[in-house]
């Protein structure tokens, strides 16, 4: 048993441990979502993911995403698999360093229980939503998360049964909505609570 498990059970019984444990959690995007998303999930002892981005860290990265100034020039993906196992070092952290694109978006989660969608770019977005939206696997999106002072409007709407959007569903990044930590951080928060729930209230 690892020390983070040994501390977790503080709060949570062993078979919930297990429980979250055997979920496979994909990942789409690295970023202010994806890396913040992550290291909730795994803070909360969820044990194996999948996390799939092409980009890699700079300066403008260090104000809301789970990375450090050593880091910058690093790929996302590697990053953030080494950040994530500073929590907890018995995790399983797939990193894969690609596009997401129509040819291979269906395939790269398809062994995957949740699938979190944590990208920038609306077209992305649209993709990988369009593409689990039916689909057997917990889906959570984000649309509208920019700016500052007004984190309560940042809520969860259930669109079906298995598909969730965070956001308030206006706020768009732009150069006078800027993506900021506090906001970010708390989509990615609702982002990670929903799939915490979906598991833990069964």
């Not at 983070?4 to 959690?25: D, M, N, S, T, W």
């Not at 990208?119 to 649309?143: C, G, M, N």
Request: hydrophobic fraction near 45%; charged fraction near 25%; include cysteine.
């Amino acid at each position: 048993m690892s020390v983070f498990e040994q501390g977790l059970r503080r709060y949570l019984q062993p078979k919930a441990i297990a429980k979250l444990a055997a979920v496979k959690i994909g990942i789409a995007g690295a970023g202010g979502l994806g890396s913040n998303c992550a290291q909730m999930l795994v803070r909360t002892g969820f044990r194996n993911f999948k996390i799939v981005d092409f980009d890699y860290i700079e300066s403008s990265n260090l104000n809301r995403q789970f990375f450090f100034r050593h880091q910058i020039g690093l790929p996302k993906v590697e990053a953030l698999r080494d950040n994530l196992r500073l929590i907890n070092d018995e995790i399983v952290v797939e990193a894969l360093q690609q596009k997401v694109g129509v040819d291979n978006a269906a395939e790269l989660f398809a062994d995957c229980h949740v699938v979190v969608e944590a990208f920038d770019r609306p077209e992305y977005k649209k993709l990988i939503v369009e593409t689990y939206l039916h689909k057997a696997q917990l889906l959570i999106a984000v649309s509208g998360l920019a700016g500052w002072g007004k984190s309560e409007e940042i809520r969860i709407h259930r669109r079906k049964e298995n598909f969730y959007v965070v956001g308030d569903w206006v706020s768009a990044i732009s150069p006078d909505n800027p993506p900021l930590a506090p906001q970010v951080h708390v989509a990615a928060a609702k982002q990670a609570d929903i799939i915490v729930s979906h598991y833990l209230d069964r």
